[in-house]
């Protein structure tokens, strides 16, 4: 569904000297994901998982590569691939003087869904994920785990094929961490295709069919996590996950 080819990103920094160099944060990266599966990106900071995102959700143009969906370049169809993704942020960023009704309401207009439909569209997710009680009241007033929710949620108004979850669970408990977990699993099963990033590898072990280690903005393994794990003769993913960027430091 989603194929790159030697993508490259770099941008413009200043040394410790003061002076212009390029920094490479993506760095000749290649690889496929495949349709209705849940793909993990893994790596430390500044490995460059989060520029790949921006890349892949039309944010930020590559300096180098292509992006193709459905074999097609994106530079052919960018406005009819923007309606084919969601996109799940790190950082919660709704309007905090909205209430969670008008929060999705805003969403639905930006994709331009009539009335009738926005107002089915948001009882049906807020249902989905048991917000349909707090649908007037302020977002400041609800919980992390809630806020989550609604962030997944926000994404899917226009029935995105593709979501990418940036850090989905960051800050939450392991028990709402779970919640969120079987919404995920949830979305796959209805044949949403999942792009994850995340540093708690045990979510990536638990959750992703497959999952790709950078380092350095480059792909240094790519596999499902049981053939990772047989590959390094490690008892989890975190065993391969540390051996992997130890040997890249």
Not at 9 to 22: A, C, E, M, P, V
Not at 76 to 90: D, H
Not at 132 to 150: E, T
Not at 174 to 197: A, D, M, N
Request: proline share 2%; with cysteine; aromatic share 4%.
């Amino acid at each position: 569904m989603i194929e790159i080819k030697n993508l490259c990103k770099t941008f413009d920094h200043r040394d410790q000297n003061g002076r212009l160099i390029k920094k490479i944060a993506v760095d000749n990266l290649s690889f496929s994901i495949e349709r209705g599966e849940i793909f993990g990106l893994l790596g430390k900071n500044g490995a460059g998982k989060t520029t790949t995102i921006r890349m892949l959700t039309l944010q930020t143009r590559p300096t180098a590569g292509e992006i193709f969906f459905d074999g097609k370049s994106v530079d052919e169809r960018q406005l009819e691939i923007k309606k084919l993704i969601g996109v799940v942020p790190q950082h919660i960023n709704f309007d905090q003087d909205l209430t969670v009704g008008e929060n999705m309401i805003l969403h639905a207009r930006l994709h331009h869904l009539d009335r009738a439909e926005r107002q089915r569209r948001i009882d049906e997710l807020l249902h989905y994920v048991e917000l349909s009680d707090v649908i007037n009241d302020g977002v400041k007033q609800l919980s992390g785990g809630m806020k989550r929710r609604l962030l997944i949620i926000r994404a899917m108004i226009h029935r995105p094929q593709i979501l990418f979850l940036d850090e989905p669970t960051v800050a939450l408990d392991p028990q709402v961490r779970r919640r969120i977990w079987e919404l995920i699993r949830r979305l796959k099963s209805e044949g949403v295709t999942i792009v994850l990033t995340t540093h708690y590898i045990e979510e990536a072990e638990a959750l992703c069919d497959r999952t790709a280690f950078l380092s350095k903005g480059r792909l240094i393994a790519l596999d499902t996590p049981s053939a990772l794990r047989a590959e390094h003769d490690a008892s989890t993913l975190e065993e391969v996950f540390i051996r992997l960027t130890e040997a890249k430091k």
